[in-house]
């Protein structure tokens, strides 16, 4: 990828040498890291180099009466960048920005407006989320039916305390894993994976690594179903949890699309489940499942950057496998450091969910001693 903010935007930290190089860089630091708990290889995936991010956010920059779009700077205290380019997100967003912002300008939708978010899906479908710091009224809206109607867009307004939504919140992807289509929908405001074509692999490397596993799957952290939909063709039954009411609304409507009927999502913390499982809280948000009916012989947990406290980690040392996604290499290597006194690692993978910065997202595989 090229980009004239390469050195500049703060968005891209890596680019000397090109993608190659940078994720040769971040390979070797991930095999340094891991050396002494694991000695086979460590799978590494790919990224395509350019037009990979569904997902953006950008400043809007008022200079004057015009506007631009801006990221912070690589330095601290430099000043902000305006962009003219972003190669990084994937093409329909790239088609979009900046038709998009001239538009706002024609349309006088621009008085206070400080931030525009992208969400798209592969095939061109588009939210944009438009953040504002004054009250949105009904002449917004009208301005804002018309921008929708002119790029066939999905157009969401957001102040404080306020969102507007013109038609829907949401677009809908469609991944392809190891030769199956999957339809989720993706909402607004709401977590999904950035980088498509890597979830997809990431994805797809999970569910080779529970071929010849029986039994009934437990999930912690699970979002809006990107995983435990697709895990859900490898297991009898799935049970899956998730802190988040919109996540778990759109996790149930996933399964709906995808005409799945071998899960359960319950809407509690892990520490709350753990409770419920081990019969010391009883929660109404459990009582239709039946819990004794579960042969739960493998765990998933896809944690926040934080990892799993050493509850969490003494909770997954139960299990007989231990399937692992990481967006932290750190607090990874440290909850290793705990699991490993049970279980052993039988195979570990990199996803390069972000290119040219220095994250990376791994994958592990354990099994019971």
């Known amino acids: 990828m090229e980009c004239k903010h390469f050195g500049e935007c703060g968005s891209c930290r890596l680019y000397e040498g090109g993608y190659e190089a ?3 860089q971040k390979t070797e630091e991930i095999n340094a890291l891991f050396k002494e708990l ?3 290889e460590i799978v590494p995936s790919f990224s395509p180099d350019s037009h990979y991010r569904a997902r953006a956010e950008f400043k809007i920059w008022h200079i004057g009466d015009d506007i631009h779009y801006a990221m912070n700077p690589m330095e601290k205290g430099a000043k902000m960048i305006l962009i003219e380019e972003c190669p990084m997100v994937i ?3 790239e088609k979009l920005m900046w038709p998009l912002i001239e538009s706002i300008k024609e349309l006088s939708m ?3 407006l400080f931030g525009l978010d992208f969400l798209s899906s592969s095939d061109g479908e588009i939210a944009i989320s438009m953040l504002y710091h004054r009250k949105l009224d009904e002449a917004w809206q009208e301005q804002a039916n018309a921008l929708a109607q002119k790029h066939n867009i999905k157009v969401i307004g957001r102040s404080r305390k306020q969102k507007v939504v013109l038609g829907e919140d949401f677009v809908t992807e469609t991944l392809n894993i190891n030769e199956k289509s999957y339809t989720f929908r993706h ?3 709401s977590f999904t994976q950035p980088n498509p074509r890597v979830n997809e692999k990431m994805v797809g490397w999970s569910l080779e690594q529970f071929k010849g596993i029986t039994g009934d799957l437990l999930e912690l952290y699970c979002g809006a179903g990107n995983f435990t939909i697709p895990f859900a063709t490898q297991f009898h039954k799935v049970l899956a949890t998730e802190i988040s009411k919109s996540s778990i609304n759109a996790a149930k409507k996933n399964m709906e699309l995808n005409g799945v009927e071998n899960i359960e999502f ?3 913390s892990s520490e709350e489940f753990v409770q419920a499982l081990d019969g010391v809280r009883e929660f109404r948000r459990m009582k239709e499942i039946d819990l004794k009916s579960y042969e739960l012989t493998t765990i998933f947990v896809d ?4 990892g799993m406290d050493e509850e969490s980690c003494g909770f997954a040392s139960r299990f007989e496998h231990i399937l692992y996604i990481s967006c932290n290499p750190e607090t990874l290597k440290r909850d290793l ?3 490993t006194k049970t279980h052993t690692i039988e195979a570990m993978a990199t996803f390069d969910q972000f290119p040219y910065t220095s994250h990376m997202e791994m994958g592990v595989k354990l099994i019971k001693r």
Request: a negative charge; proline letters at 12%.
């Open 38 to 40: 694991y000695s086979g």
């Open 266 to 268: 319950v809407r509690m």
């Open 22 to 24: 940078q994720h040769q």
């Open 303 to 306: 944690p926040p950057r934080a």
């Open 110 to 112: 621009d008085f206070k």
């Open 91 to 93: 093409e329909p967003i």
């Open 187 to 189: 909402i607004e405001n």
């Open 337 to 339: 450091e705990y699991l």
